[in-house]
């Protein structure tokens, strides 16, 4: 796979690039997009999510039954794990105190 490239221009959006093909001033959710089909194997294993009603009825009483205090413990990871990382962006964002410069510090 060739490399891609993203660019971010300020007036004109986004331009994918790989080899000698580009995509100019795209949106953000275009770009996203062209990524996505440009990165996606042959063999499309996130199709398997897509199930007719009953397909998803039966899912949902096999995994509701039989694990449910997995899914509670995975949901308080998930919990956990978005926390922290607000926490971590907040003290990223903050400013320290004193004479300390914020990029002395990273």
Same mark, same amino acid.
């Given at each position: 796979?060739?490399?891609?490239? !993203?660019?971010?221009? =300020?007036?004109?959006?986004?331009?994918?690039s790989?080899?000698? %093909?580009?995509?100019?001033?795209?949106?953000?959710?275009?770009?996203?997009?062209? !990524?996505?089909?440009?990165t996606?194997?042959?063999?499309?294993?996130?199709?398997?999510?897509?199930?007719?009603?009953?397909? &998803? =009825?039966?899912?949902?009483?096999?995994?509701?039954?039989?694990?449910?205090?997995? %899914?509670?413990?995975?949901?308080?990871?998930? &919990?956990?794990?978005?926390?922290?990382?607000?926490?971590? %962006? &907040?003290?990223?964002?903050? %400013?320290?105190?004193?004479?300390?410069?914020?990029?002395k510090?990273?």
């Open positions: 796979m060739e490399k891609i490239t !993203i660019e971010l221009h =300020e007036k004109d959006g986004f331009t994918v790989q080899g000698n %093909k580009s995509a100019i001033g795209l949106g953000y959710d275009e770009m996203l997009g062209l !990524i996505s089909a440009m996606l194997p042959e063999k499309r294993g996130i199709l398997h999510w897509l199930r007719t009603k009953e397909e &998803n =009825e039966d899912w949902e009483k096999r995994y509701s039954s039989k694990d449910v205090k997995d %899914k509670e413990r995975a949901e308080e990871k998930y &919990n956990l794990f978005f926390e922290v990382g607000v926490l971590w %962006k &907040n003290l990223l964002q903050s %400013k320290p105190s004193g004479d300390q410069d914020i990029d510090l990273r």
